[in-house]
């Protein structure tokens, strides 16, 4: 099966054809003539199913929805209404209808895909009977090399199309369907053994950022555009649910049973699943999270753009990540954490040695000189290697800098050391302020003693925020604070909110030149100078905000690009020190235009 690659659908002529639209009396397009468009046309010709499902619409429309658009491309203004009612491709035969009406209180998120009929599910079961027969040891072998090729292979010898056939006809190992009922045929045996089943849409589609179900009932979906969406696939009986989570679970090599419940593991495209089995540990059954993982990750240029920072708390960063600084991310579940970490890490020099070590594979870098560690989890504890174990052999292995996935536990106590000795770390960590921070990392089981706390240099706290506006959530960095260290008479601490987040306004604010810490008794001491001419390292925060700034204007987004202008900038040291006036300006804009 050939993947479809979404994002090279054209949906200009689409565009042109949605103002040419037929108009009723109110001046509302008018469903009935609405044409969807080029794209829509070559998808609906193969996929009949999505042809019936759109036909079926057309004659009952979603009741108070805008009319139904197909788009090859979803693009974020899209979700800045409140009525909303979209169809769109996630493969060439699976298909995404979200809406939500003028009374619905939640959106909705229906698949599209070519399922079997209730009446002719027993086809599947009678398919792997013919599948057992054609397996032997030989092929047996060959599927553990390549499962998808072989399973195609078996499937085409196996089960035969007849256009115009009525019924199934059956002959020794073969099978004879009509054409449609091979298609769901196909897509049944294949989203089930090589995809992830019911959910299958669901991880193939892009703009997904979490998939959950939180016991019997409706699986859920937080869309990056539409925000939460019930979806139609349900679990309603306590034995499918926990028959679909013991499956993806033994696919993934971690069996979840009743005597260990829970489980956290990697699925084969790099998103994290967690699990909560029975209903001892979780009364409404077994539960699970999906974290879509992407595979690029979001470039800082990126977050600027959509306003989680500005570009001088992103040039703030870049000056602190060069000079070594060690720095923690933290906020509440899904703000954005691992996506800024993930984004800033650009900013380490490119030649850096670095090693990463974390639970789930999550963290990306870019540099060609990183070691990558994940823990190990088994069954006895003495084979299982945990972050606290990786992370004291990284101190071994003379790196530069050491991300850590997530603080949680003992591991952080050796952070500490690791940054006492020179290496500086950077970590996410769940805390709602300094406050909550502090005591986390001065008490049980990471027990820092509290003069120690100012190893760590940088804090900082990021947030969902709902856009009043639009009703969208939007993650933002709501503060980057200095620590300063312990006032050790006074037993308070000391630290400075350099960059603050004002709600109302949607805008960041900078403290001002004077009262950063770290750039004047830190980073200006690396540099060479000398107290008095302080001025010269907000001078530099400046051209390097400029250049972040010119970077979103070029809209240089994608993450590698990114990191190739920054490495520019890292070959060229001279451009950082200089005046910012229209000369350095200029120097700068050849430069990032060059690479
Ligand atoms: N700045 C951002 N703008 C838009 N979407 C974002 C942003 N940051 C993260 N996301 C999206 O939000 C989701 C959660 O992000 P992420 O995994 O970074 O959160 P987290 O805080 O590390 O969560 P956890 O606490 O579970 O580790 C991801 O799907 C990601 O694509
Ligand atoms: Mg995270």
Redesign the pocket.
């Known amino acids: 099966m050939s993947s479809f690659n979404i994002v090279r659908v054209e949906n200009v002529d689409e565009e042109k054809e949605d103002e040419l639209l037929p108009t009723d009396d109110q001046g509302e397009p008018n469903v009935l003539e609405q044409s969807l468009g080029r794209t829509y046309e070559e998808f609906a010709r193969y996929a009949l199913h999505l042809y019936e499902y759109v036909q079926s619409l057309i004659e009952t429309p979603i009741e108070d929805a805008p009319p139904l658009n197909f788009r090859a491309v979803l693009t974020r203004d899209l979700g800045f209404e409140k009525i909303f009612n979209f169809i769109y491709p996630t493969s060439n035969e699976s298909f995404v209808h979200i809406y939500k009406g003028k009374m619905d209180a939640h959106g909705n998120y229906k698949v599209i895909e070519p399922r079997l009929p209730e009446e002719m599910s027993y086809l599947t079961g009678l398919v792997e009977e013919k599948f057992s027969l054609a397996v032997d040891e030989k092929v047996a072998a060959e599927i553990v090399e390549n499962k998808e090729e072989v399973l195609k292979r078996i499937f085409e010898s196996t089960v035969i199309p007849v256009a115009g056939l009525s019924g199934v006809r059956e002959q020794g190992r073969t099978i004879f369907v009509s054409e449609e009922l091979y298609q769901s045929l196909r897509y049944e045996i294949f989203t089930d053994k090589i995809g992830l089943g019911r959910i299958d849409t669901m991880m193939k589609d892009p703009y ?3 998939i959950s179900c939180n016991g019997l009932g409706s699986v859920f979906v ?1 869309h ?1 555009i539409f925000g939460s969406l019930k979806t139609n696939i349900e679990f309603l009986v306590r034995e499918d649910l926990d028959a679909f989570i013991t499956r993806i679970c033994e696919r993934v090599g971690k069996p979840v049973s009743r005597r260990r419940p829970i489980v956290d593991a990697a699925l084969p495209d790099g998103s ?1 699943l967690n699990v909560v089995f029975g209903d001892d540990v979780s009364r409404r059954g077994s539960n699970f999270t999906i ?2 993982f ?1 595979k690029v990750p ?1 470039s800082i240029v ?2 600027i753009k ?1 306003g ?1 920072l500005d570009e001088r708390m992103a040039a703030y960063i870049w000056m602190m990540l060069e000079s070594g600084m060690s720095m923690f ?1 933290c ?13 800033v890490t650009v900013f380490i020099r490119p030649t850096a040695r670095i090693v990463s070590i974390e639970d789930t594979p ?1 963290l990306f870098v870019p540099h060609p000189n990183w070691i990558n560690e994940v823990t190990r989890r088994s069954e006895t504890q003495t084979s299982s290697i945990e972050l606290f174990d990786l992370l004291k052999s990284a101190l071994r292995q003379r790196p530069n800098y050491i991300i850590v ?2 603080i949680r536990s003992r591991e952080g106590n050796v952070a500490f050391q690791a940054i006492q000795t020179g290496h500086p770390v950077i970590s ?1 960590f ?1 805390a709602a302020n300094m406050q909550k921070l502090i005591q986390r990392i001065t008490g049980d089981p990471i027990n820092i003693p509290p003069t120690y706390v100012d190893n760590l240099n940088l804090v900082m706290f ?1 947030s969902n925020v709902k856009n009043p506006k639009t009703n969208q959530l ?3 960095v709501t503060a980057i604070h200095e620590i300063v260290g312990m006032d050790p008479v006074e037993k308070t601490y000391n630290f400075i909110e350099l960059f603050s987040y004002d709600p109302i306004t949607d805008k960041h604010t900078f403290r001002g030149i004077g009262n950063s810490y770290l750039l004047e008794y830190k980073v200006a001491p690396m540099k060479r100078l000398v107290h008095k001419d302080f001025r010269k390292i907000y001078d530099e925060l400046e051209l390097r905000a400029y250049l972040m700034k010119r970077l979103v204007e070029m809209k240089v987004e994608d993450y590698n690009e990114v990191y190739a202008r920054i490495s520019k900038i890292y070959e060229n040291p001279y451009l950082t020190s200089m005046k910012v006036d229209d000369y350095s300006k200029k120097v700068i804009d050849k430069i990032l235009r060059e690479t």
């Open positions: 997904l950022e979490d937080e990056k994290r974290r879509k992407s979001m990126q977050l959509y989680t991310i906020g509440e579940t899904a703000s954005g954490k691992t996506t800024t970490l993930n984004a999550e996935g997530e996410t769940h990021q939007q993650r933002r």
